[in-house]
């Protein structure tokens, strides 16, 4: 939710005074200033642009972020979630919980954001507006559940959910990390040897080659395998620095280019195994969130608006924000579910039966499972898939360093003997 700054004027006792307020419209900014001066008239609210020490204090922080960012750890999110869902579930005000879980919290950054939302929590602001201001840390599954528990009036249920949501999350992560560990080091192995090769061997060979006058009659493996050795040590640190600088351009481009990151959420859905990773978790999300919607009974066009925030390839985003829309234009959700292409012919089967049947959020929690199925397979097995490439790949160095080597070598050995 984006928040705009609005300027209060009131009056106290007779004298007109001026405050700057964070709200999402003038009357939750009417409600904020009432909270915090009950004493005060208001005499005038209009928006306005963030005051300058605000602004600098923001351009401050985020430089600070981009060199020391510090973000919080998904175990220390599901501990306090989960501590929250108890505490509400004992019947506990919300508030009283926030400020509770904050001065418990592990983590110095949730300490804070949980001492932010107190704050606004005491200004009348929901926990779903204050949970806003902190997408990045949070996530926008976090956001979409607890606006879940605020709309179903359950927050220990959402919250409960939400905690589960995100320690799967996590274990995902962690699997990810140890299939992929694997094929680093072996990559990593790869590329130290392949530049030791070239700094320290093939200029050995090089000198020999010269010093016998055969540098025109070199095969053409030669000639690569030489070629690729004066590159690396003649312009290496340069490449390098070229690859460092397009790294943190493209990184840039792609978080502050809306159709750069387009362009490359488009292409990222295409290449081999990335694509697919890409496309089961998000599915995944999507579908957990909808079902969980739907189940409390949320309709059908808010459910799918909330479950599209969970959704952050902006390719998929676009294709499913097209369901809403159809649903909106009263097509049926299994027809809607079937226009984007994105969805399995079995799958449309089931999101049809739960939808006759009145079962929609049990078929949709099955079409879940699958996705995360899918998911879990790919991840599993993320090493076996992984090898063919990395032996191709090491094959095909070997091949280059021996036939480089070796075949003027041969040739060598075979005029002499003539």
């Known amino acids: ?60 922080n985020s430089a600070l972020n981009a060199v020391f960012k510090k973000s919080v750890k998904t175990e220390y999110l599901v501990a306090s979630f989960r501590q929250l869902a108890v505490m509400a579930n004992a019947g506990i005000p919300i508030h009283d919980s926030v400020k509770e879980v904050g001065r418990a919290a592990a983590d110095e950054k949730l300490r804070s954001i949980f001492a932010k939302m107190d704050e606004d929590l005491n200004a009348g602001l929901s926990l779903t507006t204050s949970a806003s201001a902190f997408k990045e840390e949070l996530g926008d599954v976090s956001i979409a559940m607890i606006e879940l528990g605020e709309s179903t009036g359950n927050m220990a249920e959402s919250l409960k959910k939400l905690a589960d949501i995100l320690e799967e999350v996590n274990e995902n992560k962690k699997k990810f990390k140890k ?22 061997v093939v200029p050995k060979f090089r000198d020999i080659f010269e010093q016998l006058g055969a540098g025109d009659k070199l095969p053409l493996p030669t000639k690569i395998l030489l070629g690729i050795e004066s590159a690396v040590n003649d312009y290496g640190l340069y490449m390098l620095g070229i690859g460092i600088v397009a790294f943190i351009l493209i990184s840039r481009s792609y978080k502050n280019n809306p159709i750069f990151h387009a362009q490359c ?59 809403k829309v159809s649903v909106q234009r009263g ?67 070997v091949l280059l360093l021996a036939l480089g080597i070796f075949m003027p070598m041969w040739e060598m050995s075979s005029a002499v003997k003539g």
Do not use: W
């Open 1 to 60: 939710m984006n928040l705009k700054h609005f300027e209060v004027l009131y009056s106290v006792k007779g004298k007109q005074s001026k405050v700057v307020l964070q709200a999402a419209n003038r009357a939750e900014t009417i409600k904020i200033f009432k909270a915090r001066n009950p004493e005060g008239a208001i005499v005038k609210v209009t928006e306005t642009t963030a005051p300058l020490n605000e602004t600098l204090e923001k351009l401050k």
């Open 179 to 200: 299939a992929i560990r694997y094929p680093l080091m072996i990559i990593t192995a790869m590329a130290m040897a392949f530049v030791i090769l070239m700094v320290y």
């Open 265 to 323: 959420d488009k292409y990222m859905l295409k290449i081999y195994l990335i694509g697919r990773i890409i496309f089961y978790s998000n599915l995944n999300r999507f579908t957990l969130i909808l079902s969980e919607l739907i189940r409390a009974g949320v309709p059908v066009v808010e459910a799918l608006e909330t479950s599209l925030l969970t959704v952050t390839n902006t390719t998929l985003q676009d294709r499913l924000s097209l369901v």
């Open 331 to 397: 097509i049926s959700l299994t027809d809607s579910f079937r226009e984007t292409g994105l969805f399995e012919n079995m799958l449309i089967q089931m999101i049809q039966a739960g939808e006759q049947s009145g079962t929609l959020d049990m078929m949709l929690s099955k079409v879940t499972d699958y996705f995360k199925d899918k998911f879990d397979e790919i991840i599993d097995n993320l090493s076996s898939y992984i090898e063919p490439i990395l032996l191709a790949f090491l094959a095909c160095m």
